[in-house]
């Protein structure tokens, strides 16, 4: 099945900088990537995803990269702010007809102000 | 509405105690899911439902008994549970067949068993 590794588990960075989140996958049949933020006490929400026909997607400060070839994609956050402090999931799926994610183990990321 | 709705919020239970844990969602997603979560580790797939059938059940224990009554309400039905089923439990939904357009979760339910 699908395994997919998150790195760095935790992350500190201060407010204004840049922070960068990498996951890679193993199944070369994964083709949808979404990223969660949980904040405590909260359920994730999604924040961005893309999909493997798709190289960069951007959303304002926050954009997603994808490296099918190396199998591996990466979220990055730009002027970081103290609500930008969450665990970040990465996940991956083979989409149509599979209704299972695997997630990364998540990156608790803390933004100092 | 775009929402997922669970309740209640936070629940303590006995060994002994049967409850339940409620979802409702009227964004027309027809894939309604419950997941498990225990703190510092990702969310872990228990039940998938399709278009109010089981669709996937990832060999979760009998104690936990998920129902789906119409496309827009999900249950689960705890009973006999163990300290070591204490969790936040989450419900998401989709549209059904395909995960490519995410998953929307609810907050969860934490969940206690004394």
């Known amino acids: 099945g699908e395994n997919v590794e998150q790195h760095p588990s935790t992350l500190s960075v201060q407010e204004g900088d840049s922070a960068v989140i990498k996951c890679t996958y193993s199944?070369?049949?994964?083709?949808?990537f979404p990223w969660y933020k949980q904040e405590l006490g909260k359920g994730p929400q999604l924040i961005i995803d893309?999909?493997?026909?798709?190289g960069e997607k951007k959303d304002q400060r926050i954009a997603v990269t994808l490296n099918k070839t190396a199998k591996h994609f990466s979220l990055h956050i730009t002027e970081t702010q103290p609500e930008d402090s969450a665990v970040y999931f990465c996940a991956a799926s083979i989409g149509a007809g599979s209704y299972q994610l695997t997630f990364g183990k998540g990156t608790k990321l803390s933004v100092i102000p | 509405d775009t929402e997922v709705t669970q309740t209640p919020k936070h629940l303590v239970m006995g060994m002994t105690n049967k409850k339940s844990l409620k979802c409702e969602q009227h964004?027309?997603?027809?894939?309604m899911y419950w997941y498990k979560q225990k703190a510092k580790k990702p969310p872990e797939l228990m039940f998938v439902y399709s278009y109010e059938k089981l669709s996937i059940n990832e060999s979760v224990p009998s104690r936990f008994s998920p129902e789906c009554p119409n496309s827009s309400l999900l249950n689960l039905h705890l009973h006999a549970l163990q300290p070591e089923d204490s969790a936040l439990y989450l419900c998401?939904?989709?549209?059904?067949?395909?995960?490519?357009?995410?998953?929307?979760f609810g907050s969860g339910t934490r969940l206690t068993v004394v």
């Open positions: 998401a939904s989709s549209q059904a067949g395909t995960t490519n357009y995410g998953y929307t």
């Open positions: 964004m027309g997603h027809r894939a």
């Open positions: 199944d070369s049949a994964s083709n949808y």
């Open positions: 893309i999909r493997s026909n798709v």
